[in-house]
């Protein structure tokens, strides 16, 4: 027994050395990396490099602008997401399931997708515009090319990412406080006021300190609405930088990234400073509040979800997809113009549209799967190993998702800007950079439904075959994976819908040979094919559905919570 014993803590302890390696490796040294580049002497970002982005115009401006957007956006991303949370948990409308799956899709779509969605809507080239005979003339400028353009659709597409971290609040809120405080006479109004909010202020401030950091961090919608208004916040400056300077100008996109991160750190520390001026703790838990009867109000409030679904989903999506159907800007869509020769053409004919499809269908596939890998055993130390230093392996994880995706860009950049130490391989200027970025960047998203699993998981069978002397790898290979797949493999799916059309770090990553969908999409949107670009967006928003259908098809096998978009 003593043998098997020692046997089963080698092979945890091996297992966690590897686990820490790798997580030591995405996710600790591409920030050391960068952070060497601000304090080590004769760096990339050298004294001369830091004087020289704090003395740019530029710079400021792009800052000014970065805040506007990223304040604002939140702002509204909070409005429309919490106002949707209390109207969907804590009342009795009907079709619930059906909305969340619709007002959730936004955040599964990619940013960039919804910029040219909204663009397409409401252009001078809009054929539904045209069909309707209200479309403005050609060559008028598109509304949506200003600030408060990129701020409407910042909050459109975080909204509902405030509208999911509100209502699992809102889900523990006591039902005994609520119907304590009816039955003294308060109405709903008061009961929301005086109740409601005040016990859901650190899910609303913690939603909004990442929307925040969410908005700031955005490089699609600031990119397609931004740079042809001349509207630059820091994100699309770097891209600008590095487009047009290479490894050249590295030293002054790291101080940029350095400084959106900053912003987004600012905006972190603001939310705990927020959440510990008061205790808001809860000392009981009780089945969720009854649903208030909305009574004649039914109808009316149902009617406007509803029409809020039509707004920002249905038209932007169905714009999207006319557009796909045109052969040229600004043709109006007829019987005789409608064509499918857009999709041909970027599936069949374009030799770099269909390298775009084969790099991000592989590198989606293939982060999904090392992040489902890996985030078995992650989640194990982390639900179950009770060591107190394994808080921090989390934290580890969580960095390069929680911060803008530009940071990790220009960390991978400096991290494999020369060939890997002792291998002489150089994955610079490669598909194999993007692949670790999505690597690095996308794993919490498979660990967090993970851990989930672990919690909902009886752990007697585990240590049932522990006493009879099963070693680790068996009881995570026979016991342990069967158990907690299905939650690993639904955050598989998230992240295959999240990298298949990602942006914010191909743009920066990306060399000839190595284009993703994203960057593919960008490139046709700047060159002036929107068409082009219409169709690869509705193939991919048609992946997407289709994907978060199956999901649903799967939800009584996963733990409660792991699908967001699940009512």
């Known amino acids: 027994m003593s043998v098997r014993l020692k046997q089963g803590r080698g092979q945890e302890w091996a297992m966690t050395v590897v686990v820490a390696a790798l997580i030591v490796l995405l996710s600790i040294l591409p920030m050391l990396r960068l952070i060497q580049e601000i304090f080590a002497p004769g760096g990339t970002l050298s004294t001369a490099a830091i004087s020289a982005g704090l003395t740019n115009a530029t710079t400021w401006v792009a800052t000014g602008n970065t805040l506007v957007v990223g304040f604002f956006g939140t702002a509204l991303a909070v409005i429309l997401g919490t106002s949707v949370a209390l109207l969907v948990t804590l009342t009795d409308v009907r079709g619930r399931s059906a909305f969340v799956l619709c007002y959730v899709m936004p955040l599964m779509i990619a940013p960039q997708v919804t910029a040219l969605a ?107 609405l931004g740079i042809p208004a001349n509207y630059l ?58 649903p208030y009867e909305l009574g004649k109000w039914r109808v009316p409030v149902q009617v406007v979800m509803w029409c809020l679904i039509v707004l920002i989903l249905v038209l932007p999506l169905f714009g999207l997809l006319l557009s796909s159907l045109v052969p040229g800007y ?71 998702y929680a911060l803008p995706g530009v940071v990790l860009a220009i960390a991978s950049l400096l991290m494999f800007l020369k060939p890997i130490p002792f291998t002489g391989i150089q994955i610079y200027n490669t598909v194999w950079i993007i692949l670790y970025a999505y690597l690095a960047r996308f794993l919490v998203l498979a660990l967090r439904p993970t851990i989930s699993g672990y919690h909902q998981i009886d752990r007697a069978l585990e240590e049932a075959a522990r006493v009879a002397g099963a070693s680790l790898f068996t009881r995570m290979r026979t016991i342990i994976f069967p158990l907690v797949a299905p939650a690993a493999l639904a955050g598989g799916l998230l992240i295959f819908m999240t990298a298949l059309s990602e942006l914010t770090v191909s743009a920066l990553l990306w060399s000839s040979g190595s284009e993703t969908i994203g960057v593919l999409m960008f490139s046709f949107e700047q060159g002036g094919d929107s068409n082009y670009a219409s169709a ?29 978009w699940r009512d």
């Open 233 to 290: 916040v820091l994100p699309t400056l770097i891209y600008q930088r590095l487009a047009g300077g290479g490894p050249a100008v590295l030293g002054d996109a790291a101080f940029l990234s350095v400084l959106i991160g900053l912003i987004a750190m600012a905006g972190i520390l603001a939310q705990e400073m927020m959440s510990r001026r008061r205790d808001y703790r809860i000392s009981s838990t009780s089945l969720a509040a009854e």
């Open 536 to 564: 690869i967006s509705a193939i991919t928003v048609a992946i997407t559905f289709v994907l978060m259908l199956l999901a649903n098809l799967l939800a009584a096998h996963l733990p409660s919570g792991v699908l967001p």
């Open 330 to 400: 600004g043709i109006p869509l007829t019987a005789a113009t409608a064509t499918l020769d857009n999709y041909r053409f970027v599936l069949f004919e374009y030799s770099a549209a269909r390298r775009a499809f084969l790099n991000s269908f592989a590198l989606s596939l293939s982060a999904a799967a090392f992040a489902v890998l890996v985030a078995i055993p992650v989640a194990y130390l982390v639900a179950w190993s009770g060591k107190k230093w394994v808080k921090y392996l989390n934290l580890a994880v969580e960095l390069p």
């Open 118 to 224: 909204w663009l397409q809507l409401f252009g001078p080239a809009s054929p539904l515009l045209k069909m309707l005979g209200i479309a403005p003339p050609l060559g008028s400028r598109n509304p949506l090319y200003s600030p408060e353009g990129i701020i409407l659709l910042l909050g459109v597409q975080y909204g509902p990412l405030v509208f999911l971290l509100v209502r699992a609040g809102l889900r523990k809120l006591p039902r005994e406080l609520v119907e304590a405080a009816r039955a003294s006479g308060a109405g709903w109004f008061t009961v929301l006021r005086t109740i409601v909010l005040p016990l859901m202020t650190p899910s609303v401030v913690a939603a909004a300190a990442l929307a925040f950091v969410s908005c700031v961090g955005n490089f699609g919608i600031p990119a397609f």
